[in-house]
Protein backbone atom coordinates (compact mmCIF):
# COMPACT_ATOMS: atom_id res chain seq x y z
CA UNK A 1 0.00 0.00 0.00
CA UNK A 2 1.95 3.36 -1.10
CA UNK A 3 1.46 6.46 1.06
CA UNK A 4 -0.93 8.99 0.60
CA UNK A 5 0.02 12.67 1.38
CA UNK A 6 -2.31 15.85 0.86
CA UNK A 7 -0.44 19.12 0.60
CA UNK A 8 -3.08 21.68 1.26
CA UNK A 9 -2.67 25.76 1.31
CA UNK A 10 -4.06 28.42 -0.73
CA UNK A 11 -2.75 29.76 -4.06
CA UNK A 12 0.86 31.05 -3.82
CA UNK A 13 1.66 29.75 -0.05
CA UNK A 14 4.70 27.69 -1.80
CA UNK A 15 2.54 24.01 -2.30
CA UNK A 16 4.09 23.09 -6.14
CA UNK A 17 7.27 24.77 -5.28
CA UNK A 18 8.13 22.14 -2.82
CA UNK A 19 8.16 19.73 -5.42
CA UNK A 20 11.48 20.89 -7.14
CA UNK A 21 13.20 19.56 -3.89
CA UNK A 22 12.22 16.18 -4.69
CA UNK A 23 15.17 13.80 -7.40
CA UNK A 24 13.22 14.40 -11.01
CA UNK A 25 14.52 10.87 -11.71
CA UNK A 26 12.46 9.34 -8.85
CA UNK A 27 9.34 11.99 -9.44
CA UNK A 28 6.06 11.72 -12.01
CA UNK A 29 4.33 14.39 -12.07
CA UNK A 30 0.99 14.46 -12.99
CA UNK A 31 -0.62 18.14 -13.74
CA UNK A 32 -4.04 18.42 -14.05
CA UNK A 33 -3.89 21.91 -15.77
CA UNK A 34 -0.76 21.01 -17.72
CA UNK A 35 1.05 24.24 -16.08
CA UNK A 36 4.92 24.69 -15.84
CA UNK A 37 6.31 23.87 -12.58
CA UNK A 38 7.21 26.79 -10.63
CA UNK A 39 10.59 26.67 -10.65
CA UNK A 40 14.37 26.26 -12.43
CA UNK A 41 15.57 23.83 -14.49
CA UNK A 42 11.21 22.35 -15.08
CA UNK A 43 11.46 21.84 -18.58
CA UNK A 44 14.92 19.93 -18.84
CA UNK A 45 14.48 17.39 -15.60
CA UNK A 46 10.43 17.06 -16.56
CA UNK A 47 10.19 15.26 -19.94
CA UNK A 48 6.33 13.94 -20.94
CA UNK A 49 5.78 10.93 -20.03
CA UNK A 50 6.01 8.34 -23.13
CA UNK A 51 7.33 5.20 -24.67
CA UNK A 52 10.74 5.01 -26.50
CA UNK A 53 11.35 3.34 -29.28
CA UNK A 54 11.83 0.03 -27.63
CA UNK A 55 8.31 -0.09 -26.16
CA UNK A 56 9.73 1.35 -22.65
CA UNK A 57 7.97 3.96 -20.90
CA UNK A 58 10.44 7.16 -20.20
CA UNK A 59 9.70 10.92 -18.91
CA UNK A 60 8.61 12.14 -15.54
CA UNK A 61 5.58 14.81 -16.87
CA UNK A 62 1.88 13.83 -17.77
CA UNK A 63 -0.62 16.62 -18.47
CA UNK A 64 -4.62 14.99 -18.27
CA UNK A 65 -7.64 15.90 -16.13
CA UNK A 66 -9.04 12.43 -17.27
CA UNK A 67 -9.36 10.10 -14.42
CA UNK A 68 -9.53 7.46 -16.63
CA UNK A 69 -6.10 8.10 -18.00
CA UNK A 70 -4.78 8.84 -14.08
CA UNK A 71 -6.03 5.74 -13.08
CA UNK A 72 -3.95 3.96 -16.14
CA UNK A 73 -0.82 5.96 -15.76
CA UNK A 74 -1.04 4.47 -12.12
CA UNK A 75 -0.26 1.28 -13.11
CA UNK A 76 2.00 1.91 -15.72
CA UNK A 77 4.43 3.67 -12.81
CA UNK A 78 3.43 0.92 -10.21
CA UNK A 79 4.46 -2.02 -12.65
CA UNK A 80 6.82 -1.06 -14.66
CA UNK A 81 8.75 2.43 -13.62
CA UNK A 82 10.50 0.89 -10.76
CA UNK A 83 12.87 4.38 -10.56
CA UNK A 84 9.84 6.32 -9.63
CA UNK A 85 9.30 6.65 -5.95
CA UNK A 86 7.31 9.66 -5.88
CA UNK A 87 3.89 10.61 -7.90
CA UNK A 88 2.71 14.18 -7.40
CA UNK A 89 -0.70 15.18 -8.63
CA UNK A 90 -0.53 18.89 -9.03
CA UNK A 91 -3.76 20.87 -8.55
CA UNK A 92 -5.58 17.68 -7.86
CA UNK A 93 -8.86 19.69 -6.57
CA UNK A 94 -9.28 20.37 -10.58
CA UNK A 95 -10.28 17.14 -11.48
CA UNK A 96 -13.36 18.13 -9.76
CA UNK A 97 -13.64 21.83 -10.99
CA UNK A 98 -12.76 21.01 -14.72
CA UNK A 99 -15.15 17.95 -15.08
CA UNK A 100 -18.02 20.50 -13.40
CA UNK A 101 -17.35 22.69 -16.18
CA UNK A 102 -17.16 20.38 -18.83
CA UNK A 103 -20.62 19.05 -17.77
CA UNK A 104 -22.27 22.32 -16.89
CA UNK A 105 -24.85 21.90 -19.83
CA UNK A 106 -25.89 18.41 -18.66
CA UNK A 107 -28.97 18.11 -16.76
CA UNK A 108 -29.65 16.09 -13.57
CA UNK A 109 -27.85 15.34 -10.26
CA UNK A 110 -26.63 11.59 -11.86
CA UNK A 111 -23.54 13.83 -12.97
CA UNK A 112 -22.37 15.01 -9.64
CA UNK A 113 -22.24 11.60 -8.47
CA UNK A 114 -20.10 10.50 -10.84
CA UNK A 115 -17.68 13.67 -10.39
CA UNK A 116 -17.52 12.59 -6.48
CA UNK A 117 -16.74 8.38 -7.68
CA UNK A 118 -14.17 9.66 -10.34
CA UNK A 119 -12.32 11.30 -7.69
CA UNK A 120 -13.01 9.18 -5.13
CA UNK A 121 -11.67 6.63 -7.60
CA UNK A 122 -8.21 8.17 -8.17
CA UNK A 123 -7.40 8.41 -4.37
CA UNK A 124 -8.43 4.59 -3.56
CA UNK A 125 -6.56 3.55 -6.46
CA UNK A 126 -3.55 5.40 -4.93
CA UNK A 127 -3.55 3.80 -1.97
CA UNK A 128 -3.12 0.28 -3.85
CA UNK A 129 -0.25 1.00 -5.75
CA UNK A 130 3.57 -0.56 -5.37
CA UNK A 131 4.45 -0.17 -1.35
CA UNK A 132 7.57 1.57 -1.96
CA UNK A 133 5.33 4.33 -3.54
CA UNK A 134 4.49 7.97 -2.49
CA UNK A 135 1.71 9.93 -3.86
CA UNK A 136 1.28 13.72 -3.24
CA UNK A 137 -2.11 15.40 -3.93
CA UNK A 138 -1.50 19.01 -3.92
CA UNK A 139 -4.56 20.76 -3.28
CA UNK A 140 -6.25 24.02 -2.26
CA UNK A 141 -8.56 24.54 0.55
CA UNK A 142 -11.52 26.38 1.53
CA UNK A 143 -13.27 27.27 5.00
CA UNK A 144 -16.58 25.84 5.22
CA UNK A 145 -16.58 27.90 8.67
CA UNK A 146 -16.32 31.88 8.96
CA UNK A 147 -14.70 34.42 9.81
CA UNK A 148 -14.98 34.26 13.73
CA UNK A 149 -14.94 30.46 13.92
CA UNK A 150 -12.79 29.06 10.43
CA UNK A 151 -12.92 25.94 9.70
CA UNK A 152 -10.30 24.92 6.51
CA UNK A 153 -10.71 21.49 5.03
CA UNK A 154 -9.70 20.24 1.35
CA UNK A 155 -10.93 21.96 -1.34
CA UNK A 156 -14.06 20.03 -2.84
CA UNK A 157 -16.86 20.76 -5.65
CA UNK A 158 -20.67 19.69 -4.75
CA UNK A 159 -21.80 17.96 -1.59
CA UNK A 160 -21.88 14.45 -2.51
CA UNK A 161 -18.09 14.16 -1.42
CA UNK A 162 -18.77 16.30 1.85
CA UNK A 163 -21.55 14.43 2.98
CA UNK A 164 -20.89 10.73 1.64
CA UNK A 165 -17.21 11.05 1.98
CA UNK A 166 -14.55 12.88 4.58
CA UNK A 167 -11.70 13.47 1.11
CA UNK A 168 -9.36 14.55 4.14
CA UNK A 169 -10.44 11.47 6.14
CA UNK A 170 -9.05 9.64 3.08
CA UNK A 171 -5.38 10.77 3.83
CA UNK A 172 -3.14 9.84 6.63
CA UNK A 173 -1.10 12.94 6.14
CA UNK A 174 -2.60 16.51 5.48
CA UNK A 175 -0.02 18.82 5.56
CA UNK A 176 -0.67 22.70 5.32
CA UNK A 177 1.58 24.86 3.02
CA UNK A 178 1.59 28.30 5.07
CA UNK A 179 3.36 32.01 4.72
CA UNK A 180 4.92 33.11 8.04
CA UNK A 181 6.44 36.78 8.53
CA UNK A 182 9.34 36.90 9.77
CA UNK A 183 10.48 39.74 12.42
CA UNK A 184 12.13 41.73 9.88
CA UNK A 185 8.67 41.59 7.83
CA UNK A 186 10.18 38.99 5.04
CA UNK A 187 7.63 36.23 4.07
CA UNK A 188 8.89 32.67 3.78
CA UNK A 189 6.76 29.35 2.98
CA UNK A 190 6.85 26.76 5.55
CA UNK A 191 4.82 23.09 6.37
CA UNK A 192 2.59 22.80 9.12
CA UNK A 193 2.53 19.32 10.18
CA UNK A 194 -0.65 19.51 12.57
CA UNK A 195 -3.51 21.69 13.76
CA UNK A 196 -3.30 24.56 16.19
CA UNK A 197 -6.55 24.71 17.84
CA UNK A 198 -8.61 22.40 15.65
CA UNK A 199 -9.42 25.15 13.11
CA UNK A 200 -8.24 22.54 9.98
CA UNK A 201 -7.60 19.45 9.10
CA UNK A 202 -3.88 19.40 9.06
CA UNK A 203 -2.84 16.13 10.58
CA UNK A 204 0.06 13.84 10.84
CA UNK A 205 0.56 10.08 13.06
CA UNK A 206 2.01 11.05 16.71
CA UNK A 207 5.85 11.39 16.69
CA UNK A 208 6.16 11.25 13.07
CA UNK A 209 7.63 15.06 12.97
CA UNK A 210 8.88 16.11 15.96
CA UNK A 211 8.37 20.11 14.88
CA UNK A 212 5.06 21.42 13.96
CA UNK A 213 6.60 23.72 11.42
CA UNK A 214 9.08 22.66 8.64
CA UNK A 215 10.53 23.80 5.61
CA UNK A 216 8.28 23.32 2.67
CA UNK A 217 10.40 20.69 1.16
CA UNK A 218 8.63 17.35 -0.23
CA UNK A 219 12.20 15.83 -0.26
CA UNK A 220 12.34 16.10 4.16
CA UNK A 221 8.48 15.15 4.04
CA UNK A 222 9.06 12.00 2.15
CA UNK A 223 12.49 11.12 4.07
CA UNK A 224 10.47 11.74 7.61
CA UNK A 225 7.76 9.54 6.87
CA UNK A 226 10.10 6.82 5.63
CA UNK A 227 11.80 6.56 8.74
CA UNK A 228 8.62 6.97 10.78
CA UNK A 229 7.37 3.66 8.76
CA UNK A 230 10.35 1.75 9.45
CA UNK A 231 11.02 2.38 12.96
CA UNK A 232 13.51 5.11 13.02
CA UNK A 233 13.76 8.21 14.65
CA UNK A 234 14.03 11.40 13.11
CA UNK A 235 16.62 13.52 13.37
Given at each position: MADLIAIAGESGSGKTTSVKYLNPKETLVISILGKPLPFAGFKKNYTPLRKDESGSWIGNFYKTKDTSKILSVFQIISKSRKDIKYIVIDDANYLLSCETMDKAEEKGYEKFTLLAKHYYDVIMAATELREDLMVFFITHTENVGDVITPKHKIKTTGKMLDSVVNVDGLFTYVIYCELMESADGTMSRTFRTNTLKG???????????????????????????????????EE
Open positions: EDTCKTPHGCFKDLYIDNNLQIVADTINKYNNGEE
